[in-house]
């Protein structure tokens, strides 16, 4: 990651060079913990990074100075708890350019050629489950050597391993099912343009783990992080190849906020 922010003041008589390369690195800090757990309060990063709740809101205000991070309410799912929505930190677009996302233009221009060729749409939509499909190797590996009740999870760390910082949690109703959350998107600027992408890996992920999901939130289209829920009932063993076979599983709306 490139360094973020720099030092705005320097304490009398301290060396300024190596307060400065400190400042910056417990910046640093802050922008990843937030990039691998999503957008996140004060109190919950000091607790993460061995902080002061001061000392967190002093570099917050200098990477919201510096355009990296942003506050916003707390996004809620399900029934709201009394009282105000607690104000959390995400990162911005610039902020995410700081994690080396890189080719952006050039992927945008190689699939808006596809999207011009014969095939149009369609096109775009083949070559998203092209991509999905090359990747699917080491995500199938993983899910099929980890228990039924463990597949999620073993789905997040095989993610994480490619740099999408995925966990899996319980849903708000834990009897329900579970949520895969992706803190990090490497193409989400693509994806803004072109949402077969989000819909690819939708429709792998209902493959791959034998159930209907549900796309909830996705960083291409505005959230703090991309959201998919799986039912409990996903208890069957995945399929042996990526096929057509379940493509209509969330597919409609993959990859788009729900209305």
Known sequence: MKNVGEARET???????????????????????????GPSTVAELAGRLRLTQAAVRRHLDALVADDVVEAREQRVYGARTRGRPAKVFALTDCGRDAFDQSYDALAVDALRW???QEGGEQAVAAFARARIADQAKAYRSAVESAAPDERT???????????????????????QGEQLCQH??????????FPQLCEAE???????????????????????????????????PP????????RNASASKAGRNPA
Do not use: M, W
């Open 11 to 37: 304490p009398t008589g301290a060396p300024q060079e190596e307060l400065a390369t400190g400042e910056r690195s417990t910046r640093n800090r802050v922008a990843r913990s937030i990039l691998d757990h």
């Open 114 to 116: 596809i999207a011009r």
């Open 153 to 175: 999870e073993a789905l997040a760390r095989a993610l994480s391993a490619d740099g999408y910082a995925a966990a899996a949690r319980s849903a708000p109703l834990p009897q």
């Open 184 to 193: 990090h998107c490497p193409v989400a600027h693509v994806a803004e343009q």
């Open 202 to 236: 939708t429709e792998f992920f209902a493959e791959l783990l034998g159930t209907h999901v549900q796309r909830l939130a996705t960083i291409a289209h505005g959230d703090g992080v991309c959201t998919t829920f799986i039912p409990a009932a996903s208890k069957k």
């Open 239 to 246: 399929p042996p190849e990526f096929s057509n076979a379940t």
